[in-house]
């Protein structure tokens, strides 16, 4: 079955650029989805279809896709942005179409 | 606004059956697909289940298949889990989500309800 691989964890000081990756096989002709987890809650929806963003997640928040990597970057880093980080795609390669998420990945605000 | 609301969990003993349901408001229920997705104490997301609009396709994880059970009633705005055959390594917080208009992802999700199974 299809496989995302995450970077366990990824450290920036605030005020700088974040960048999280997904890794997959020949991800870029899949389209890529992003959610923000803090601790206790939900997660939540930050980036879609590779590069969109729901109404409310800051223009901080962009996506890249291309190749076998897929790319989460957060500009300007905040306190507040400390959070894990999840990628997602529907694989429908096989005969039982599924969700796939990514490992997650922690980021850490120093 | 978008509300999910998740009841049903709690302790269960291995082997032992839990349904799980969830309140949809705030949105057309009977026009989207909806997923099931769970958490492992400390772990990572873990996609369980879809349901499409209308009921007429589901898909499961491997991990799930032939234990559980999706299902909707749009006359009530309610989405199910039926989770039979209960293992240790479903304990996990179970999340209700409504999917795009496509399903491919998830653009609300409900605050989830903790399954645990122990002896």
């Known amino acids: 079955s299809y496989v995302l691989t995450q970077p366990p964890s990824v450290s920036v000081a605030p005020g700088q650029t974040a960048r999280i990756t997904c890794g997959g096989n020949n991800i870029g002709s899949k389209s890529v989805h992003w959610y923000q987890q803090k601790p206790g809650q939900a997660p939540v929806l930050v980036v879609y279809d590779d590069s969109d963003r729901p109404s409310g997640i800051p223009e901080r928040f962009s996506g890249s896709n291309s190749g076998n990597t897929a790319t989460l970057t957060i500009s300007r880093v905040e306190a507040g942005d400390e959070a894990d980080y999840y990628c997602?795609?529907?694989?429908?390669?096989?005969?039982?179409?599924?969700?796939?998420f990514g490992g997650g990945t922690k980021l850490t605000v120093l | 606004q978008v509300q999910l609301v998740e009841s049903g969990g709690g302790v269960v003993q291995p082997g032992g059956s839990l349904r799980l349901s969830c309140a949809a408001s705030?949105?057309?229920?009977?026009?989207?697909?909806m997923h099931w997705v769970r958490q492992a104490p400390g772990k990572g997301l873990e996609w369980v289940a879809f349901i499409r609009y209308d009921g007429s396709n589901k898909y499961y994880a491997d991990s799930v298949k032939g234990r559980f059970t999706i299902s909707r009633d749009n006359s009530k705005n309610t989405l199910y889990l039926q989770m039979n055959s209960l293992r240790a390594e479903d304990t996990a917080v179970y999340y209700c989500?409504?999917?795009?208009?496509?399903?491919?992802?998830?653009?609300?999700w409900g605050q989830g309800t903790l399954v645990t199974v122990s002896s």
């Open positions: 989500a409504k999917g795009n208009a496509y399903g491919d992802y998830v653009d609300y």
């Open positions: 705030g949105f057309t229920f009977s026009s989207y697909g």
């Open positions: 997602q795609v529907w694989d429908s390669s096989s005969d039982h179409p599924h969700v796939v």
